[in-house]
Structure formats: C-alpha cells, structure tokens
Nanobody
Framework: QVQLEESGGGSVQAGGSLRLSCEASGYSSCDYVLRWYRQAPGKEREFVSEIDKKGITRYTGSVKGRFTISQDDAKNTLYLQMDSLKPEDTAMYYC????????????WGQGTQVTVTV
C-alpha cells in the first residue's frame, strides 16, 4: 500500500515560482509511474506531468517549458518545480502513483492548492 502526501502549495503572483513536493510512504511490488494532476474549480481533473522509473518525463502542452518534474529516490519524494506561473495554473494539484504492470495500484494524495494572482 502506497500513501502520498503533497505539500508546497500557496499563493504567488503571476510570473513567480513554486515547488510542490509529494512524499511517498508504504510499499508496493508494482512497477509504477508518478504523475501530477490538477483540478481547477468547475473543471475536470487534468494530467500535468509524469516521470517513470527510467526518469523519462512527459508534460501537458500548457506547462511544457515552465514546469519540471523530478524525483529523489533516497527521500521517496516527487517534485514539481513550477516557474513562470500564470493565473490559469490556479488549481488543486494532486500526485498519483499508478501501476504499469499487471498488479493494481492507483494511489492519490489529498492535494495542495496553488493560487496564482495577477
């Protein structure tokens, strides 16, 4: 069982930066990828970024070049460095661990709020 806990959200002016963290605890025998999602008020949850065990990363188009996903295996922590923030980045941000093998894993954190003001 894997548990995830996000932190690092807050309020920042447009153009500013924030770094989100997602600490993982517990154990799973599944191979998995780590992802960030976000959900703005009145909108569906959307994919932001992911990193796999080989360190290969993927981003949604609207954040490419501004956000950087990384992980520190020694600290069991996933990060999302967010630069050049825009008001449209305002959302609740969630981390997710999902299995890439036949075993089941789909763990979510409770979310951390990011608010970008003009």
């Amino acid at each position: 069982q894997v548990q995830l806990e996000e932190s690092g959200g807050g309020s920042v002016q447009a153009g500013g930066s924030l770094r989100l963290s997602c600490e993982a605890s517990g154990y799973s025998s599944c191979d998995y990828v780590l992802r960030w999602y976000r959900q703005a008020p009145g909108k569906e949850r959307e994919f932001v970024s992911e990193i796999d065990k080989k360190g290969i990363t993927r981003y949604t188009g609207s954040v490419k070049g501004r956000f950087t996903i990384s992980q520190d295996d020694a600290k069991n922590t996933l990060y999302l460095q967010m630069d050049s923030l825009k008001p449209e980045d305002t959302a609740m941000y969630y981390c997710n661990a999902v299995s890439t093998s036949l075993c089941y894993l789909n763990a979510w954190g409770q979310g951390t709020q990011v608010t970008v003001t003009v």
